[in-house]
């Protein structure tokens, strides 16, 4: 059972579109992370929410955390060829939790 | 830059060989992790340490082992690599288990 489902798992779309990208679960996080892997590195932390309902912007990158703390979005407004990657959820279940949950990933396709 | 280090970061070796990924991170994390990852793919955690003499084994099983003598360091090591340990390995570390992971470039194994 995958405990964070992320959608959708493969997107390809030209330079300039919006697009949204969804990490969701039936169970409750303390916190959610979203990462940003590039071919042959590691995974890059993009931002963290923590409060249920929070919104937050990075630059052209939109993140917000569900109210119920279950579920997590992240918009890309006018995409670049640089925003090429794989996208991924991670959550923290609680302070006791063993480490961090990951989603399968979005993986993202910019072409110009 | 990077603070967590990962050597090789390309290893193309024959089946039998006795194969050490070297991780090292210079932040004084308690935290260390290794995952397993296919190119594009999901994580798998497959093992970590809470400190120094802590190693425990993660979410997919793997004939790898690991050992945390220095904070600094924990090295991943597999006997007698074959062909299905095919696969990039990354290292992590965090402050806690509730904070952000900090990866290193992984090292992309290939075994003939």
């Known amino acids: 059972t995958q405990l964070l489902e992320q959608s959708p798992q493969f997107l390809s779309i030209q330079e300039g579109e919006n697009l949204t990208v969804y990490c969701n679960s039936s169970s409750v996080f303390s916190s959610l992370q979203w990462y940003r892997q590039e071919p042959g590195e590691g995974p890059v932390l993009l931002v963290t929410?923590?409060?249920?309902?929070e919104v937050k912007k990075l630059k052209r990158l939109t993140f917000q955390f569900g109210d119920a703390r279950k579920d997590s979005s992240l918009h890309i407004t006018a995409a670049q060829t640089g925003d090429t990657g794989l996208y991924l959820c991670?959550?923290?279940?609680?302070?006791?939790?063993?480490?961090?949950?990951f989603g399968k990933g979005t993986t993202l396709s910019v072409s110009s | 830059e990077a603070d967590i280090y990962q050597t090789p970061r390309y290893l193309v070796i024959g089946t039998g060989k006795k194969i050490t990924l070297e991780c090292s991170q210079t932040m004084g994390h308690d935290k260390m992790y290794w995952y397993q990852q296919d190119p594009g793919m999901e994580l798998h955690l497959i093992h970590y340490s809470y400190g120094v003499n802590s190693t425990e084994k993660g979410d997919l099983s793997s004939e790898s082992t690991v050992s945390r003598i220095r904070t600094e360091h924990f090295p991943l090591t597999l006997e007698s690599a074959r062909p299905s340990h095919t696969s990039q390995y990354l290292c992590?570390?965090?402050?806690?288990?509730?904070?952000?992971?900090?990866f290193g470039d992984g090292t992309r194994l290939s075994i003939l």
């Open positions: 929410v923590v409060t249920g309902g």
């Open positions: 992590a570390s965090s402050e806690s288990v509730n904070q952000p992971q900090h």
């Open positions: 991670a959550g923290v279940r609680n302070q006791a939790g063993t480490a961090l949950i």
